[in-house]
């Protein structure tokens, strides 16, 4: 029933992705009003086919149907409700029906939102693309590896192995994956719309009004879903980090890093009309590098706790980001006359230069983690060899761009459009550099001499008292509606920027690791905390048998970190136990079972600031979400005439940073 109803709804999907690109097809190829109207339906036919999917594949995990080959492989009669439930996006085939079943959502949204606008080219066209992204993988679910609804060969298990361990070990894993494909397939809509303009040649900054938003609560949602990402490798991986360059951590990021440039420099297309090619080719690179990213996840070209099985659908995934690439590449070579930027940028002392600026950094760092994360793969294909790109290349390559980046971030929100002079900025920047530097002279004076993390120090002082300043003078002239808005949104997603750069520095130059082989009854010390080894016990879940450590930290809590056995598993799956504080973690693991009257091992990692790393992403997802209402706006300008037929549209206000 299960299978016959996904395979039916997957079919249904596919064709009415296709029978939808042929209708807004024919009727902008003949310029029938009523065939747009008509082709804006059939998002919500993709939508239904895409949930009925996800429905049946989700009631096949809770009751247990095991006839479907995906269930028994990833599900199993001791297993959790959570993990049932969660189970659908923990392999291959349920991840990229999840996958669909968002974009499905975000065409319907965008279909609902534009309802008004259905004869409109621009949107036609968006949507077509739209409906051609979900062909794809509507059609990647048919293919034999990637089908979730294929059914087992022979007799019908009785039980299966349940998912994968490490995601069956913590409620994080119903959040995290979600967040980031929302973040991920978000990234599809101003894709969307940019091969909608360059298609109808209104290349002016109208679509970029258009996504504006699209843009904003994906870039959040990702943020979230990478913050929540680190959050379970830190809680679940038993390795005292949150961030290891991993080869899927890296793909995840650098849409991120994309996406982040593209909303820096689409404000200065919206108020000076520059930087046109350079956004379309931000667009199109994001979207691109999430294809990319999925390919890497699952093609089994790497290895990675991240990643999932080897599967033939690798090359498919290349393949359409290869056609992405040349697609987009081609269009903005075919549009590229009617692309010249009206406006170029007076002074690099201005907003605008300090715009570019972030932008090449931005571009610097995606380009530092994609050489980092594709060379080994380059190297292998080309000679077959095995190498690895790690964390010291990583940290070396990306740390004094991050402390440029932090500096521009501090410079930017007192620069004004156009031009500003020395007088000026020293004014606006007197707060934020006094702040600074008594940060760096304070954290000298305690002894705190590691200069990146000094500088780390210093710079995230400056950011958030810019930030501040800028929230404060807008707070104090229009009251809380003052925070609301593109520009103070983006003061709050820098607050959060400074407070989890401030927190990493710490944790990187300042932690301290080590072990500790201790019998029953006896304690030790470690960087200033007592450890007291009280034994161990042995506890039963429906899913796993525990043996957990009893740890008295500082004579206080006791802690339990354990080493469990999984009903299918053969080796330990460590659980750390974390005793968490405004100043720093201590993070205890139970690195060897005791053998007889021998001693037990436990790991200790003593790590300052931690906390303020998941504080500081939800500081940024709030300010993304307050980026995404609508704040004060200029009055709107005359249209105007662009080169080769563009038009211009009323530009949204930026404010500036504010009367002193």
């Known amino acids: 029933m299960n299978a016959a109803v996904g395979h039916s709804a997957v079919v249904l ?9 042929g209708v807004l097809g024919w009727g902008l190829a003949r310029g029938k009003p009523s065939l747009l109207r008509a082709g804006q339906s059939y998002p919500w036919l993709v939508l239904l086919a895409a949930a009925a999917a996800a429905g049946a594949m989700e009631h096949a995990f809770v009751t247990r149907d095991f006839s ?13 409700l959570l993990f049932r439930i969660t189970g659908m996006w923990s392999a291959l085939q349920g991840s990229l029906l999840l996958w669909t079943l968002i974009l499905a959502g975000y065409l319907a949204a965008v279909a609902w939102h534009f309802r008004r606008r259905a004869t409109d080219p621009l949107v036609a066209w968006a949507t077509l693309v739209g409906l051609a992204v979900a062909a794809f993988f509507f059609g990647l679910l048919l293919v034999g590896a990637a089908d979730p609804f294929r059914t087992v060969a022979g007799a019908v298990p009785t039980n299966g192995p349940g998912p994968n361990p490490l995601l069956q070990d913590n409620p994080v894993v119903a959040f995290h994956p979600p967040m980031l494909y929302l973040g991920f397939v978000g990234f599809t809509v101003p894709f969307m719309f940019a091969v909608a303009a360059l298609v ?27 913050v929540l990402g680190a959050f379970w490798s830190y809680e679940v991986l038993g390795w005292g980090g949150y961030w290891s360059w991993d080869p899927v951590e890296n793909a995840a990021l650098l849409p991120w890093l994309t996406g982040t440039a593209f909303l820096h420099s689409v404000m200065v297309q919206e108020r000076r009309g520059m930087l046109r090619v350079w956004n379309l080719s931000l667009v199109l690179a994001t979207f691109a590098l999430t294809i990319f990213g999925t390919f890497l996840t699952r093609s089994g070209v790497i290895e990675s706790v991240h990643s999932f099985s080897t599967s033939s659908v690798g090359p498919v995934i290349l393949g359409f980001f290869g056609a992405v690439l040349l697609g987009g590449v081609g269009l903005i070579v075919w549009r590229g006359e009617q692309l010249r930027s009206p406006g170029s940028i007076d002074s ?26 594709v060379f080994p793969l380059v190297v292998e294909a080309l000679h077959h060899q095995t190498v690895s790109v790690g964390a010291p290349y990583f940290d070396t390559m990306t740390a004094p761009i991050v402390l440029a980046l932090l500096f521009l971030m501090a410079v930017a929100p007192a620069l004004p459009w156009r031009k500003a002079s020395a007088s000026v900025l020293l004014h606006r920047m007197r707060w934020p550099a006094a702040a600074g530097v008594a940060t760096v002279v304070a954290t000298s004076a305690a002894g705190l001499h590691d200069v990146a993390a000094v500088a780390a120090f210093g710079l995230g002082a400056v950011v958030a008292v810019s930030a501040l300043r800028q929230l404060a003078l807008s707070a104090r ?13 983006g003061m709050v997603v820098h607050l959060g920027v400074a407070i989890m750069a401030v927190a990493f520095a710490a944790s990187a130059a300042y932690g301290q690791r080590g072990q500790l082989s201790l019998r029953p009854g006896q304690s030790a010390r470690f960087d200033g905390h007592s450890v007291t080894y009280l034994g161990t016990r042995t506890r039963n879940f429906s899913n796993r048998r525990a043996l957990e450590a009893e740890l008295r930290l500082d004579g206080g809590p006791v802690l339990y970190p354990a080493i469990s056995v999984f009903s299918f598993g053969s080796e330990g799956i460590g659980t750390p136990a974390i005793d968490s504080g405004p ?10 079972s005791p053998v007889g ?21 939800g500081v940024m997802g709030l300010g993304a979400a307050l980026a995404a209402f609508p704040g ?29």
């Not at 290349?203 to 009004?209: D, I, N, S």
């Not at 009257?597 to 992403?617: K, N, R, S």
């Not at 709107?636 to 002193?660: N, R």
């Open 13 to 21: 999907g596919l064709v009415g992705s296709l029978v939808g690109i």
């Open 68 to 80: 479907l080959a995906y269930v028994a492989q990833n599900d199993g009669l001791g297993t959790p």
């Open 200 to 226: 109808t040649g209104r290349v002016g900054e109208g679509w970029l009004v258009e996504t504006r938003r699209w843009t904003l609560f994906a870039w959040g949602f990702l943020t979230l879903g990478l």
């Open 348 to 373: 690099a002392l201005s907003r605008e230069g300090a715009f570019l600026a972030n932008n090449l950094a931005f571009g610097a760092f995606a380009f530092v983690v994609l050489l980092g994360t």
């Open 477 to 489: 002239q229009r009251g809380f509606r003052g925070l609301v808005g593109r520009v103070n949104g």
């Open 583 to 592: 100043t720093q973690d201590v993070y205890l693991t139970l690195d060897s």
């Open 597 to 617: 009257h021998g001693p037990t091992v436990i790991g200790v990692v003593v790590q300052p600031l931690i906390v303020w790393l998941w504080v500081g992403g």
């Open 632 to 660: 004060r706006r200029r009055r709107p300008t005359a249209p105007a005439s662009l080169p080769g037929g563009a038009e211009a549209v009323p530009e949204p206000a930026l404010a500036a940073a504010g009367p002193d």
